[in-house]
């Protein structure tokens, strides 16, 4: 799914990977799209970023990458080129491709669970990534926990390439790279809480010894990525109230189980401390 518009930047993609199924991969760039980058695009993110590099290598189609890489930001367009390129690569191999070059089996067991747009009653309906991910009829991951863990994985990526190609950013605008990820950590957070609330059939599910290891996999990744970019400033606008969902003891119980211990969020990431727009579950 493509990610939201960001602040003061756009996405020219003209193609979104519907996260039911690919969309053609011979898809050429749309007409108004910037190419006198790309070349010098690619061999940035193969210096800066080898992981985001060997998204694009595993591309069967290149050009595809490309799609969502312009001119105007090349920081944010190779970030969302890695982040899109993932889903890609998952839906072709049926399995999650991991940052350190590992993948994971995707786990369709979950496809049964509870609609995940039902957790979305803990934050604001207004907010962009909740409009994007969870409001009713608005995308897979709204209907089905497997397309939430893909999100999380491809927001995994895209925040780690966004973190390496930090010299690349623009000094006169602000995107709001860590939003995403965390965004959909608070929307895990918030699913498996209440599936341990109030879904007992999903929360068995869960905790079914392939479902779990995936979650813990994809979650401890995200951890990483997200407490690596702490010290970064001005890549983030509502990520601290999403942090703060996550920590906040009322909400994190069924990923804490699940984990085996709580979700470890670097104090970096929440200072200075802020007003959470998260309303708390109860």
């Known amino acids: 799914m493509r990610k939201p518009i960001q602040t003061f930047a756009f996405l020219s993609a003209a193609l979104c990977v519907s996260s039911f199924g690919l969309a053609s991969t011979s898809v050429a760039a749309p007409k108004n799209q910037q190419t006198g980058c790309h070349t010098e695009a690619l061999n940035q993110l193969e210096r800066l ?22 001119c105007d930001d090349v920081q944010l367009g190779l970030a969302t080129s890695v982040h899109e390129s993932v889903h890609v690569l998952t839906e072709e191999r049926d399995s999650f491709p991991l940052i350190n070059g590992q993948s994971v089996k995707r ?12 957790a979305g009653k803990n934050f604001d309906s207004r907010d962009s990534y909740v409009q994007t991910y969870i409001k ?20 995994s990526h895209d925040l780690n390439s966004a973190v390496k190609l930090k010299s690349l950013q623009r000094r006169d605008r602000q995107v709001d790279h860590r939003d995403g990820l965390t965004a959909l950590m608070a929307f895990v957070t918030s ?3 209440m599936a341990r ?9 869960l905790q ?31 990520d601290k109230d999403y942090l703060t969902f996550v920590k906040d003891e009322k909400n994190n119980g069924g990923i ?3 984990l085996g211990r709580a979700p470890q969020i670097s104090d970096e990431c929440l200072s200075p401390s802020v007003t959470s727009s998260t309303k708390n579950s109860t």
Not at 49 to 70: C, I, N, Q, R
Not at 197 to 205: E, I, K, L, M, V
């Open 136 to 155: 009713a009829g608005s995308a897979s991951s709204a209907e089905n926990f497997l397309y939430m863990l893909d999100e999380l994985n491809a927001y």
């Open 191 to 193: 699913y498996t809480n």
């Open 208 to 238: 079914n010894d392939n479902t779990k290891q995936v979650i813990q996999t994809l979650w401890t990744q995200a951890e990483t990525v997200v407490n690596a970019s702490c010290g970064i400033p001005g890549i983030g606008r509502k």
């Open 49 to 70: 970023a080898p992981e985001g590099h060997a998204v694009y290598k595993a591309m069967s189609d290149k050009k595809l990458f490309l799609v969502w890489l312009t």
């Open 256 to 258: 804490a189980h699940l």
């Open 107 to 118: 786990p369709h067991e979950v496809a049964k669970f509870f609609a995940p747009k039902l």
């Open 197 to 205: 609330s109030s879904q007992p059939a999903t929360w068995q599910g």
